[in-house]
T-cell receptor, first 116, second 114 residues
Framework: DTGVSQDPRHKITKRGQNVTFRCDPI?????LYWYRQTLGQGPEFLTY????????KSRLLSDRFSAERPKGSFSTLEIQRTEQGDSAMYLC??????????????FGSGTRLTVV | AQKITQTQPGMFVQEKEAVTLDCTYD???????LFWYKQPSSGEMIFLIY??????QNATEGRYSLNFQKARKSANLVISASQLGDSAMYFC???????????FGKGTRLHILP
């Protein structure tokens, strides 16, 4: 494991199309987070998983967004009927709990989505 | 209300000088953690340093140190002997330990001048 991997790095899509992003966390990390970052802003929390269970979803995550982590390993984030406002960097992070907050959260390089 | 405030949208610093990036936070919790991340133009978020609310010593990691002033709710990042490669966005973040996610400030863009 060299870190958190995200695929694709860049995605350009037409408005109204569906897109799906993938995140492969560090294998021993049991928590996986999705963040969205728009230009000039800090990352905003979207949702997170502990193993395969989705434990929290932000109000930012509209009904068009769905995230899964079916086997507690990789995760997917799907956006249906994309809108121009969905254009952003989507960041994935993973973390191992049990009092290890001081190790920080390891982020991937992100998927940059452009909706045209 | 914003939980993390970074008041410096941008900073220009001469190479080899020390730089302080400001961060204040808002929480009513006693247990929390503070983080600094660096984001170069490639987009990756790179973890720099962590300070726990009960840590009595300021955290240090190489050229990075965190000036933690609990009473002022301040967690400034100090970079000593800045280098050209330090040019990036810097984000302050906090995790309240009753919560399970970290929240970020809006960031400071640091430019190191040769």
């Amino acid at each position: 494991d060299t870190g958190v991997s995200q695929d694709p790095r860049h995605k350009i899509t037409k408005r109204g199309q569906n897109v799906t992003f993938r995140c492969d966390p560090i294998s021993e990390h049991n928590r996986l987070y999705w963040y969205r970052q728009t230009l000039g802003q800090g990352p905003e929390f979207l949702t997170y998983f502990q193993n395969e269970a989705q434990l929290e979803k932000s109000r930012l995550l509209s009904d068009r967004f769905s995230a899964e982590r079916p086997k507690g390993s990789f995760s997917t984030l799907e956006i249906q009927r994309t809108e121009q406002g969905d254009s952003a960097m989507y960041l994935c992070a993973s973390h191992f709990t049990e009092g290890t907050a001081n190790y920080g959260y390891t982020f991937g390089s992100g998927t940059r989505l452009t909706v045209v | 209300a914003q939980k993390i405030t970074q008041t410096q949208p941008g900073m220009f610093v001469q190479e080899k000088e020390a730089v302080t990036l400001d961060c204040t936070y808002d929480t009513s919790d006693q247990s929390y953690g503070l983080f600094w991340y660096k984001q170069p133009s490639s987009g990756e978020m790179i973890f720099l340093i962590y300070q726990g609310s009960y840590d009595e010593q300021n955290a240090t990691e190489g050229r990075y140190s965190l000036n933690f002033q609990k009473a002022r709710k301040s967690a400034n990042l100090v970079i000593s002997a800045s280098q050209l490669g330090d040019s990036a966005m810097y984000f302050c973040a906090m995790r309240e330990l009753r919560d399970d996610k970290i929240i970020f400030g809006k960031g400071t863009r640091l430019h190191i001048l040769p």
